[in-house]
């Protein structure tokens, strides 16, 4: 028998639209309608802990099904993305380990390796030499003083950073990790389903074997419209991690409805509900971001980060700029995240869309509106004048 409040928290999690889902979920149907049929038991929340009773058939049947999602061994999950980083990462390094840390990764990465105790490192965002030089002088070095070998290294970056709309330079950073046999942990928070012809993320994109990454780690926050997060990888690492991490031994494990909604959006996205939205919509994303992109970009403004990045950070630069320009979207019912520092340095102020498979064209056009609308209102012309003036430099012999 399902509840009113069941159906009213998957009306909450199916219909309200979120900053970041990128293609799944907002007013998605079919997620809604999954989740009321199969819902098997009235529990809104399960207050127990996963190795204890908190695990129902349900959970185990998500797990198996992100574990094939993700083309790995197994997988397991866990009611908060933060905590997923946070916990679980002091429970696979800790003192005598080395973490060498991409500077832009989330805050819950940085917790999570200043939590572990290991020794931390940081190397230039997406900066291959910078991640070598750091991986050769941990080897010939050892650990500090004693120069002993360390322990482990363990390289944290994540598929698509969240601030600079960057992809991971996956296939450089798994060759290294190879050559210099360290491990990889990959959060795939901003990239998992919203990546890659399968929506299996940055390794997919790439087209590389999903076993070349140690710890493969995401959220279902984003793109699946739910909550929690995974990790997946070998099984010894799952059963490893069922026993020694905080989060999988102490936390409550995932509430039904949220169980339901995940499973759901994963099918859609494998296309095992016998449909083609989940494909489509991957595709969709794909085609919405390309133009987008294109089109901010021929108004003369200055975006970050990768074309096939659904997350699109454009530079306001000045600090003044941020609540002026949050301000103007408000009004043309536009939702932005803006970013000042300490999120950015204090020079790099930005406006941060994110890109979903359910915007429409016409919607994508609202925003792309002629520049002088923003020059009028928010003096944004310098970045349009300052590139219409540099075209003609093109055209010189
Ligand atoms: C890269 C990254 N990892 C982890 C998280 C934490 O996930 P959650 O919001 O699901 O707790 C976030 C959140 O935005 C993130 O961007």
Not at 232 to 241: C, H, N
Not at 269 to 292: C, H, K, P, S
Request: net charge positive.
């Amino acid at each position: 028998m399902i509840t009113l409040y069941q159906i009213l928290f998957l009306f909450i999690l199916t219909y309200c639209y979120k900053v970041n889902v990128y293609p799944f979920l907002y007013k998605n149907k079919f997620c809604f309608l999954y989740c009321l049929r199969h819902i098997k038991t009235n529990l809104v929340f399960y207050i127990a802990f996963a190795t204890r009773s908190g695990n129902l058939d349900r959970h185990e049947e998500m797990e198996e099904l992100a574990a094939k999602f993700l083309g790995v061994e197994s997988a397991m999950a866990f009611g908060m993305g933060f905590a997923t980083n946070s916990m679980n990462i002091p429970a696979l390094t800790g003192k005598g380990c080395l973490i060498l840390s991409d500077e832009l990764n989330h805050a819950s990465l940085v917790l999570g390796a200043r939590l572990s105790g290991s020794t931390i490192r940081v190397f230039k965002h997406n900066n291959m030499q910078s991640l070598e030089k750091m991986l050769r002088d941990a080897i010939v070095h050892g650990q500090p003083r004693t120069h002993r070998p360390w322990k482990k290294i363990l390289i944290l970056v994540e598929g698509i950073y969240s601030m600079e709309g960057s992809i991971v330079r996956l296939p450089e950073v798994i060759a290294l990790k190879k050559r210099y046999r360290a491990y990889l942990y990959l959060d795939e928070a901003h990239s998992i389903g919203a990546l890659g012809p399968g929506g299996r993320g940055v390794v997919d994109y790439f087209g590389l074997d999903p076993r070349d990454v140690d710890v493969m780690m995401g959220t279902f926050t984003k793109s699946f419209g739910a909550a929690g997060g995974y990790i997946g990888g070998r099984r010894e690492l799952t059963e490893y991690l069922r026993s020694h991490s905080h989060s999988a031994v102490y936390a409550a494990s995932m509430s039904p409805p949220v169980v339901e909604q995940i499973i759901a959006s994963m099918k859609c996205i494998m296309g095992e509900d016998g449909t083609t939205l989940g494909r489509d919509r991957v595709q969709q994303l794909a085609e919405n971001t390309l133009y987008f992109r294109r089109r901010l970009t021929e108004m003369g403004f200055i975006i970050y980060g990768n074309n096939d990045s659904p997350v699109v950070p454009m530079m306001l630069y000045m600090p003044a700029k941020i609540g002026a320009f949050g301000r103007e979207m408000l009004k043309r019912n536009i939702g932005v995240v803006v970013v000042g520092f300490p999120a950015t340095p204090i020079i790099e102020s930005r406006a941060r869309f994110c890109i979903s498979a359910a915007h429409t064209k016409d919607m994508l056009d609202t925003v792309t509106v002629p520049p002088s609308l923003y020059n009028d209102t928010i003096s944004m012309c310098f970045l349009y004048q300052q590139t219409a003036s540099l075209s003609f430099l093109s055209k010189l012999p």
